[in-house]
């Protein structure tokens, strides 16, 4: 963070904020060079991801073991209507039902899983990384340099990481459903269709193939790039009302500053409650709608 002996200014405090835990690879620098930025780990986003998708699998698993068959309670309604929800939303995308058996677990997967990673939002900006770094000073290390970031989803590998998933899995139905010469020959003739003309045909398939590319390329980066700068904008915003409180902590010649502080914090968690659960359903969404695409024929 800051140097040791003053306090981080609010410049300082949002870059050490901003920093990820990173591992390197131990790629050969050859590699490293051809693939730069891509040899290292963000250690952070991987961590707290499989924490959180381990507790959104014992929720699950724990509302399934406790279901019965009589009146439920709250905690197995909730599930019920969640999993209702869910299933609703699958068969009005993929209407393929044996596709659908695996489908909607998945999406089912996806939605908690990802609204318990834009949760961790949720918790006071400076709880963990204070922990980890009082861990890491213990462990003989300088705590300025303890980095940790607890929002997987406000990292772009993590959310590139989860479409780039659902684009494999769009190829991959692509190619079951229509088998490899129908999906190849949807690339070549469609949007724009195909021609009678050899010559004509020829430039219509390259462009059909272009613009297929295009699509694919465009999915599966809006669809990462929208679920990461919601949560990172958030994350930013929280940060910011938190230097608002250490603002009023420095100095109490700002009289409004505790007011504002408390006033801002309430008002953007509780907005930011709508936006943890309206990302994670876009990005169900979204997963849904895809694979119903790779379902269907132009």
Same mark, same amino acid.
């Given at each position: 963070?800051?140097?040791?002996?003053?306090?981080?200014?609010?410049?300082?405090?949002?870059?050490?904020?901003?920093?990820?835990?990173?591992?390197?690879?131990?790629?050969?620098?050859?590699?490293?060079?051809?693939?730069?930025?891509?040899?290292?780990?963000?250690?952070?986003?991987?961590?707290?991801?499989?924490?959180?998708?381990?507790?959104?699998?014992?929720?699950?698993?724990?509302?399934?073991?406790?279901?019965?068959?009589?009146?439920?309670?709250?905690?197995?309604?909730?599930?019920?209507?969640?999993?209702?929800?869910?299933?609703?939303?699958?068969?009005?995308?993929?209407?393929?039902?044996?596709?659908?058996?695996?489908?909607?677990?998945?999406?089912?997967?996806?939605?908690?899983?990802?609204?318990?990673?834009?949760?961790?939002?949720?918790?006071?900006?400076?709880?963990?990384?204070?922990?980890?770094?009082?861990?890491?000073?213990?462990?003989?290390?300088?705590?300025?340099?303890?980095?940790?970031?607890?929002?997987?989803?406000?990292?772009?590998?993590?959310?590139?990481?989860?479409?780039?998933?659902?684009?494999?899995?769009?190829?991959?139905?692509?190619?079951?459903?229509?088998?490899?010469?129908?999906?190849?020959?949807?690339?070549?003739? +469609?949007? %724009?269709?195909?021609?009678?003309? &050899?010559?004509?045909? /020829? $430039?219509? @398939?390259? *462009?059909?193939?272009?613009?297929? !590319?295009?699509?694919?390329?465009?999915?599966?980066?809006?669809?990462?790039?929208?679920?990461?700068?919601?949560?990172?904008?958030?994350?930013?915003?929280?940060?910011?009302?938190?230097?608002?409180?250490?603002?009023?902590? +420095?100095? %109490?010649?700002?009289?409004?500053? &505790?007011?504002?502080? /408390? $006033?801002? @914090?309430? *008002?953007?968690?509780?907005?930011? !409650?709508?936006?943890?659960?309206?990302?994670?359903?876009?990005?169900?969404?979204?997963?849904?709608?895809?694979?119903?695409?790779?379902?269907?024929?132009?």
């Amino acid at each position: 963070m800051a140097a040791e002996g003053h306090a981080p200014t609010a410049s300082e405090y949002i870059v050490h904020h901003l920093q990820h835990w990173q591992v390197d690879w131990g790629l050969h620098p050859v590699v490293q060079k051809a693939i730069v930025d891509f040899n290292v780990i963000n250690l952070d986003s991987v961590l707290w991801a499989l924490i959180v998708g381990a507790l959104g699998c014992f929720v699950l698993w724990l509302a399934a073991r406790k279901a019965t068959a009589g009146v439920p309670g709250r905690f197995q309604a909730a599930v019920e209507i969640l999993v209702e929800m869910v299933d609703n939303q699958a068969k009005a995308n993929i209407h393929n039902a044996k596709s659908r058996k695996f489908i909607a677990p998945l999406a089912l997967t996806v939605f908690v899983w990802i609204f318990l990673l834009n949760a961790m939002d949720m918790l006071p900006v400076d709880l963990l990384p204070a922990i980890w770094a009082k861990y890491y000073e213990v462990a003989g290390h300088d705590p300025h340099h303890a980095y940790m970031r607890v929002v997987p989803t406000a990292d772009l590998s993590t959310t590139l990481g989860l479409s780039t998933s659902v684009l494999l899995l769009c190829l991959i139905y692509s190619v079951k459903i229509k088998g490899a010469g129908g999906w190849a020959h949807e690339l070549v003739t +469609a949007p %724009f269709g195909t021609s009678k003309n &050899p010559i004509f045909a /020829v $430039i219509l @398939g390259v *462009v059909n193939l272009l613009m297929q !590319i295009i699509e694919y390329v465009a999915k599966t980066v809006s669809h990462g790039m929208r679920l990461f700068g919601n949560m990172y904008a958030g994350e930013l915003v929280f940060m910011l009302i938190a230097l608002m409180g250490g603002a009023m902590a +420095a100095s %109490f010649s700002g009289v409004l500053l &505790p007011v504002g502080h /408390v $006033i801002a @914090g309430t *008002v953007w968690a509780i907005f930011h !409650i709508l936006v943890i659960t309206l990302q994670a359903f876009i990005f169900m969404m979204l997963t849904l709608i895809y694979l119903g695409q790779a379902h269907e024929a132009h």
